[in-house]
């Protein structure tokens, strides 16, 4: 079973920074792309950022300019980088795998809880 294992989650103050990182059990050479998910109380699950097999970069918009995705294939590890966070980054914040090969599927980690209150 592949896991997916989020960190680096924790309370922070406005303006703050965050670097969130996901450990992979897998390839993600192997997915389609990797995905930042969060969601808030009473709110739906959100795409955050995501980045494509080719190295294409995509932000929610509310986020752009301040958040940055990489990720670092020998280790099968995917950052998030928040900067100048803001209370409405308050969510659970979610790694998603879209694996292709052997097969298609995707994959959710548990999640790691960002707070950004003063």
């Known amino acids: 079973q592949v896991q997916l294992v989020e960190s680096g989650g924790g309370l922070v103050q406005p303006g703050g920074s965050l670097r969130l990182s996901c450990e992979v059990s897998?390839?993600?050479?192997?997915?389609?792309?990797m995905g930042w998910y969060r969601q808030a109380p009473g709110k739906e699950r959100e795409l955050v950022a995501e980045?494509?097999?080719?190295?294409?970069?995509n932000y929610k918009d509310s986020v752009k300019g301040r958040f940055t995705i990489s990720r670092d294939n020998p280790k099968n590890t995917v950052y998030l980088q928040m900067n100048s966070l803001k209370p409405e980054d308050t969510a659970v914040y979610y790694c998603h795998a879209d694996f292709y090969y052997p097969i298609n599927f995707g994959s959710w980690g548990q999640g790691t809880q960002v707070t950004v209150s003063s």
């Open positions: 980045i494509t097999s080719g190295g294409s970069k």
């Open positions: 897998g390839s993600i050479a192997s997915t389609n792309a």
